[in-house]
């Protein structure tokens, strides 16, 4: 296990702990399967890959612990214009390209965006803490 992993699941657990939500083998199992991956699995693919390590999860059982974790802030929810969600664990602020054709999600970094202030037109809407960018197109394998 490497470092990063290491630190995100310690992270994980004390973040559990200062919420009263309890490290269960499953919840730990899930959110280390999701740190692992690179690719911004479905519910669906998180889960289809944790039942070799555990048969008799539910699909339901991965549904409700990630929308608890996203509840949380633990993970991040990858909002896409298909009907299925996406996940994924990151411990710092990023945006996603994502491919109309492939469906791959690319992470990348944008400070400009960052550290911009919402338009006044947003801000009169309310008082909003992220941002998060979102580009489609298609990726360079996909040309």
Known sequence: MGDTLLHQIGAFQQAC???????????????????????????EKLHHRLLQRMPTLSLDT????????????????????????HFEVSLRQHHHLICEKCGIIIDFDWPL???????????KAGHFERKSLIAYGKCRHCL
Do not use: C, M
């Open 17 to 43: 702990r200062s919420q009263n939500l309890r490290v269960t083998p499953q919840r730990l199992e899930i959110f280390s399967e999701l740190a692992r991956a690179a690719d911004h699995p479905t519910v």
């Open 113 to 123: 965006i960052d550290q911009a202030d919402l338009p006044e037109e947003a801000r």
């Open 62 to 85: 991965v549904y409700r612990t990630l929308g608890t974790f996203v509840e949380l802030g633990l993970v991040n929810k990858v909002e896409t214009v298909e009907k299925q969600a």
